[in-house]
């Protein structure tokens, strides 16, 4: 069957130049510490230095692995910024510096890491940005469990809580993404003969980070999220050239959230379906009670979860009831913003609540048409 072409909106054409006028982002991804993120990094800088790209070093770590510093070879690396902090210099990226001389291409590592109070930016993939805006290409690397939208996979399948954490957007917004791929066993041998870690933290990681389980399931995550970014390149390639027949051109997903320990999840969970299916994803806290009258806890609660949904690039709403009942809020909205897919944790409520005060769920199917409702299980073993 023949490609049918579409003619571009004059905002997509302005959209696109705007692209081509920013720097071009290149990721290298791993599945642990010790994949060899950094070292291809560094060899491909080489590389482009070769060829007689002007290309510096803005921010390297080694980590004391000497395979890895023998890898900046000729590359020249910029003085690090020092900034004081509770009595004690330490050492960032200088974004001014890289700015100021503005180098067709720098390399950045540790894209998840958080500045030192008193940075420009409180993370180093903000710098990254500001660098891409200003034309700077970048090469840059990071960890697959560093990845937002996958915190509560990796929490839930490995028991790790990540901390340092970069939003999706800036794996979106990346033209080229490299996986390095190193197998599990590999990697643990590489921590036994210390390769990776020092020697007083070997037994430890080997124990806990880097059982063979864990690194199996990361390795199956990066493996899946490079397949996904191939599969989304190429509808993007599609969208960009006009091919129509592109998914997801209707549907609008909702994820409605309390105070509850699920709220982050239920966020990244709508998150990745909507990015699936190329559509706008809405996020809803319908409240009994007015901002002004919240408790202290709730409002840090609503601003984690609105941060949150701003980093994924959602829209945040929230919605005092007025008197009303929060489903007809919630059925209400729904209308009102075509929503097709509705995602809810799993109610609070008991058995005898459903049956007394009516099931949210079932009020939603019975008061609107063509809306689907997907129920994200808590973990609570009993609510009777």
């Known amino acids: 069957m023949a490609n049918v072409h579409k003619r571009k909106h004059p905002d997509e054409v302005l959209e696109q130049i705007r692209r081509e006028e920013r720097g071009r982002l290149k990721l290298f991804i791993g599945a642990a510490p010790g994949a060899g993120k950094t070292y291809t990094m560094l060899r491909e800088g080489n590389e482009l230095l070769q060829k007689?790209?002007?290309?510096?070093?803005?921010?390297?770590?080694?980590?004391?692995?000497?395979?890895?510093?023998?890898?900046?070879?000729?590359?020249?690396?910029?003085?690090?910024?020092?900034?004081?902090?509770?009595?004690?210099?330490?050492?960032?990226?200088?974004?001014?510096?890289?700015?100021?001389?503005?180098?067709?291409?720098?390399?950045?590592?540790?894209?998840?890491?958080?500045?030192?109070?008193?940075?420009?930016?409180?993370?180093?993939?903000?710098?990254?940005?500001?660098?891409?805006?200003?034309?700077?290409?970048?090469?840059?690397?990071?960890?697959?469990?560093?990845?937002?939208?996958?915190?509560?996979?990796?929490?839930?399948?490995?028991?790790?809580?990540?901390?340092?954490?970069?939003?999706?957007?800036?794996?979106?917004?990346?033209?080229?993404?490299?996986?390095?791929?190193?197998?599990p066993e590999q990697l643990r041998e590489r921590m036994r003969n210390g390769l990776i870690y020092r020697p007083d933290k070997i037994e430890q990681a080997l124990k806990h980070f880097f059982r063979l389980g864990n690194l199996n399931v990361l390795r199956e995550l990066a493996l899946r999220e490079i397949a996904d970014d191939v599969e989304e390149r190429l509808q993007h390639y599609q969208q960009e050239h006009g091919i129509e027949g592109m998914t997801g051109a209707h549907e609008k997903i909702l994820v409605c959230v309390q105070y509850r320990p699920n709220a982050e999840r239920l966020i990244r969970r709508g998150w990745r379906i909507a990015n699936r299916l190329k559509c706008d994803l809405h996020i809803l806290n319908v409240s009994v009670r007015p901002l002004p009258e919240l408790a202290a806890q709730e409002r840090k609660k609503l601003q984690v979860m609105e941060q949150l949904a701003r980093d994924l690039g959602a829209v945040f709403h929230f919605c005092p009831t007025e008197g009303k009942k929060p489903v007809d809020v919630m059925v209400s909205f729904i209308k009102r913003h075509r929503i097709t897919q509705v995602i809810l944790g799993q109610s609070a409520r008991t058995r005898w609540e459903e049956i007394s005060k009516g099931s949210i769920i079932n009020k939603i199917m019975k008061d609107t048409q063509f809306v689907d409702v997907l129920v994200v299980a808590d973990g609570v073993e009993n609510r009777d």
């Open 52 to 183: 007689g790209c002007d290309l510096v070093i803005g921010f390297v770590e080694t980590h004391g692995r000497e395979e890895t510093r023998k890898q900046i070879g000729a590359l020249p690396l910029l003085p690090l910024k020092e900034i004081e902090y509770k009595g004690r210099v330490l050492q960032e990226l200088d974004l001014q510096a890289i700015l100021d001389r503005r180098p067709h291409t720098v390399i950045v590592d540790e894209l998840a890491h958080t500045n030192v109070p008193g940075s420009k930016h409180r993370k180093r993939y903000e710098d990254v940005e500001e660098l891409l805006q200003a034309g700077i290409h970048v090469l840059a690397a990071m960890n697959i469990q560093h990845v937002e939208s996958l915190n509560d996979t990796v929490e839930r399948l490995t028991g790790v809580k990540v901390r340092e954490r970069v939003p999706d957007r800036v794996l979106n917004r990346a033209h080229e993404i490299q996986l390095i791929d190193t197998p």
